[in-house]
């Protein structure tokens, strides 16, 4: 099991482009997470999806949109790149039943 | 939103010493978590709590989870260079499929 997988491991993008977080996993786990993490701040719910088709928000979705159209891939989308979206982004998965998250390496984006 | 004060943000240490960190709440947790994350890594799940009175261990490490069920504990005994890194704590209220995450303890291990 490769576990939770995350693509690219870094990238620069200017102001203004767009660009796709791809996240995977192989556990076959219906629920997954996207996570910000800026300095000294912790972890922030970005969406989060309980299966493939149903996706939600959580605490800081502006700028962002998610898919999830199989049970393994729930990629993270930034439209319209700003300065406030650099930061390292991590995605999680979880089985149904347990709480317990599993994370990805993360992607480091910084956005000039 | 729920929020997760931890507490203390770093600590510096001497190779061999015990170390003991903690989450407190206003809110009532149904879960807690704890996890490590080192430089440049994801966070790695160390224990999970899911009983009031709770303890756990895992080798070193050994985690509580409050009676009240609004904080959690996180010991770290005879500490060794490679326990260096971020050490989050994460909670789950009742009905909720999210985690809210504490900003983390800094430990820095000195040989």
């Known amino acids: 099991n490769a576990g939770v997988t995350q693509t690219p491991k870094f990238r620069i993008l200017k102001i203004g482009q767009s660009m796709t977080l791809q996240c995977a996993q192989d556990m076959n786990h219906n629920y997954m997470y996207w996570y910000r993490q800026d300095p000294g701040m912790g972890l922030k719910l970005i969406y989060y999806?309980?299966?493939?088709?149903?996706?939600d928000k959580g605490e800081v979705p502006n700028g962002y949109n998610v898919s999830r159209s199989t049970t393994e891939d729930f990629p993270l989308r930034l439209e319209l790149a700003a300065p406030s979206q650099t930061s390292v982004y991590f995605c999680?998965?979880?089985?149904?039943?347990?709480?317990?998250?599993?994370f990805g390496p993360g992607t480091r984006l910084t956005v000039t | 939103g729920q929020q997760l004060n931890q507490s203390p943000q770093s600590m510096f240490i001497q190779e061999g010493e015990d170390v003991s960190m903690n989450c407190t709440s206003s809110s009532i947790f149904n879960t807690w978590l704890w996890y490590k994350q080192d430089p440049g890594e994801g966070p790695v799940l160390l224990i999970a709590?899911?009983?009031?009175?709770e303890l756990t261990s895992n080798g070193r490490l050994t985690a509580q989870f409050g009676i009240t069920r609004k904080d959690s504990f996180l010991n770290i005994s005879a500490s060794i260079p490679s326990d260096v890194g971020i050490y989050f704590c994460a909670g789950r209220i009742s009905g909720s499929e999210k985690l809210v995450f504490g900003k983390g303890t800094k430990l820095t291990v000195n040989p």
């Open positions: 709590l899911y009983k009031a009175g």
């Open positions: 999806s309980v299966g493939a088709g149903i996706t």
């Open positions: 999680a998965s979880r089985e149904q039943g347990s709480y317990e998250q599993y």
